[in-house]
């Protein structure tokens, strides 16, 4: 193998590595959205009724940035050309809306 082959492997697997950590930290962010909105979940049921609607707000909020969170991971593996995400399905399933 000459050194122009060998700077192009060198170079595909660089690129491989940059896709595989954009991919991971795309699923790293969703899942830290995902816990939050658990958790405010949570703190939704615990609420008093006077707190409700800022609980609620604030699940609200959370939610969207999961939601975005999740097209962006799906953006990436589409980048990638994993073009079959039910696994993010089954893994990262929506937060429910609540009202």
Not at 4 to 17: D, G, H, N, V, Y
Not at 30 to 50: F, H, N, S, T, V
Not at 67 to 94: K, M, S, W, Y
């Amino acid at each position: 193998m000459n050194a122009r082959e060998e700077s192009l492997q060198r170079t595909e697997k660089e690129i491989l590595a940059e896709k595989a950590a954009t991919l991971g930290r795309a699923g790293e962010r969703l899942e830290a959205a995902l816990r939050l909105c658990a958790e405010l979940r949570e703190d939704l049921g615990r609420a008093p009724a006077i707190a409700r609607e800022t609980a609620l707000a604030r699940y609200r909020d959370a939610r969207r940035r999961a939601l975005e969170a999740r097209h962006t991971l799906i953006i990436q593996r589409e980048a990638i050309g994993l073009r079959n995400h039910r696994l993010v399905d089954q893994q990262f399933p929506e937060p429910p809306a609540l009202s």
